[in-house]
């Protein structure tokens, strides 16, 4: 007789993962340190150029201007988890290998690069996130992008391997830490995938449902780079919580993560 697995349900699921969250809801109070965003690079204006990047992001609000390039690009960039990161880390040489190239794949954190400094490039802050997961087993964590929306006043999360971005029952869009405390705290917010129907956002959460369960078990701890320019910087800030233990020096504090970049 096979047996079935303890966890029956999605519902089982999150329960477990909330329950982690909430175990680790508070973060050390650490180090205050001020991220950096470098809006001058030289290769802005070759990136912006070869794929027309202003027309693409258009006029409106920065969360609006980055949606729209997400949506461009992300259906255009096959996602492969397994991708060893054989190419520079920037968007110019990662377009050139992996745009409309279906067998030159890419994982989530080089796709968050591309988006990370198209944004850059037109003057939008933003920065790459590692949501890091509870066990010490588990190998896969993801990368995801957060901009500054000066009409919100606050740090927007998109997603742009799932090309979705996260919403409250209001429809206000979140961070990352908005998520992971709603996670917690078992809240309402569920993941919209763009040009998804809003109209009903129960319906949209059960049919996200593994975005949703497969996002909230990455929310344990978080990774930060100093600087957020062309290319990775090789020096990370960790925003990690109080109950776990780690050796890592260079710790963050929320009050950092959620200021404004200026």
Known sequence: ??????????????????????????????????????????????????????????????????????????????????????????????????????????????????????CLSIGIYSRKVWMMPYSQYDRDCHVVNEIWDASLNKWVMLDITNNTYWVDKNKTPLSVLEIREKAALREFCTPIEVGDNTKDLQKLKNKNIDNFLYIVKNMVYMEYCTEYTVGESKTYYLLFPQNMPTEYELLISKRSIESPPV
């Open 1 to 118: 007789m096979k047996q079935k697995s303890y966890l029956q349900s999605v519902d089982e699921i999150y329960i477990m993962e909330a329950g982690i969250l909430k175990n680790n809801f508070e973060f050390r109070d650490a180090t205050d340190y001020k991220l950096t965003y470098n809006f001058l690079h030289e290769n802005y204006e070759t990136l912006k150029n070869k794929y027309d990047i202003e027309k693409t992001a258009g006029c409106g609000t920065e969360f609006e201007r980055a949606l729209r390039l997400m949506n461009e690009y992300s259906p255009r960039l096959t996602h492969k988890s397994d991708y060893d990161n054989h190419m520079p880390i920037n968007a110019l040489d990662l377009l050139e290998y992996s745009l409309d190239i279906k067998n030159q794949g890419i994982n989530c954190k080089n796709k968050a690069q591309i988006l990370n400094e198209m």
